[in-house]
């Protein structure tokens, strides 16, 4: 079984991110041929800065591998790196209704929060499609706000494989049954996003530990004092019932058996902690790895290499199949 997933080099990554991909991740890729790509072409479709683009590129290398991947089990690369990514995007724009972008959910709400909306914010659902179908790929760990791009994909490959023959496996998404979509911590109603929203909204992954506990004493809380997940009515401690389903493993029936008659108070100090005993260990092997710009250069490339071999065979097929002449 293959796997693919890929994050942005985007913002700084936070205990969202951690739920819906690095954690992830990390399990998945137990079950079989894993590749997991920091997608740094998707990080251009809005406004950039090239120097922050680097480093932020080799910090999401760093947090994949401190977080649990294991580069001699999984594939770890930058997408720029390998050139098959930006090839198969234009092919499959050929076979991608404009209706349908036009439909994107986060085209829309990333549109409206941008002065100069670019082309590549409108068409990168099929950059994501072509990472994806490169690796004929079975299974998709992703977060739970990337259902929509998920579908496209599968809409793409169908498309594909009836107009021009059976190319690309069909991907299924795998979603965090809890913590799929960590909320901001100051706004409950909204997701805790790199990219929007206010710093105390979000423990980061590099936060230290006061800081850590900090935002999570001062998150919105709601009325009452009941521990119980109910997302529609107390949207601010279900928030953090998920939480402490991330940093614990426990389901949120054993959180609120444990925290029965406890009140706020006594659950915000106890997600506190449960947070920093899980991020602190990670933090400390991310600054081992970033401070070895040699040894994290090696893993990339080597990365990059197992990518190209594995991704060659099905863009040479797309060629073929779409009716381009090729070189003999």
């Not at 401190?66 to 594939?75: E, F, I, K, V, W």
Request: proline share 5%.
């Amino acid at each position: 079984m293959r796997i693919f997933s890929g994050i942005q080099p985007t913002g700084d990554p936070h205990i969202g991110n951690y739920s819906g991909g690095f954690r992830q991740y990390a399990r998945t890729q137990e079950q079989g041929e894993a590749f997991f790509c920091i997608v740094d072409l998707h990080a251009i479709t809005v406004d950039w800065d090239p120097s922050t683009l680097r480093d932020s590129t080799l910090d999401i290398a760093a947090m994949l591998f401190a977080t649990g991947l294991d580069p001699g089990r999984s594939t770890v690369f930058v997408q720029s790196h390998v050139t098959a990514h930006a090839e198969a995007a234009w092919l499959l724009g050929a076979l991608t209704p404009y209706g349908q972008l036009g439909r994107m959910t986060q085209f829309k709400e990333k549109g409206e929060q941008q002065s100069f909306v670019t082309s590549a914010l409108f068409t990168y659902p099929v950059l994501m499609a072509g990472d994806i179908l490169l690796y004929q790929t079975d299974i998709v760990p992703i977060g739970d706000d990337q259902r929509q791009h998920l579908e496209l994909c599968r809409d793409i490959a169908e498309r594909f494989n009836a107009r021009h023959g059976h190319t690309f496996t069909v991907p299924d998404g795998v979603y965090p049954e809890a913590g799929a979509r960590v909320m901001d911590l100051q706004e409950p109603t909204k997701k805790m996003s790199k990219s929007f929203g206010t710093d105390q909204g979000k423990v980061l992954l590099l936060d230290d530990a006061d800081t850590i506990r900090r935002k999570v004493k001062r998150a919105v809380a709601d009325s009452g004092r009941e521990v119980r997940h109910d997302p529609s009515a107390k949207p601010g401690i279900s928030n953090l019932i998920e939480l402490m389903t991330v940093a614990t493993g426990e389901t949120i029936r054993e959180v609120e058996a444990r925290f029965d008659g406890e009140g706020y108070g006594a659950f915000k100090d106890a997600v506190g902690d449960a947070l920093v005993e899980l991020l602190v260990p990670i933090q400390d092997r991310f600054r081992s790895l970033r401070s070895d710009p040699a040894e994290l250069d090696r893993l990339l490339a080597l990365g990059a290499d197992k990518a190209r071999q594995a991704s060659a065979p099905t863009l040479e097929t797309m060629y073929e199949r779409m009716g381009f002449a090729r070189p003999a």
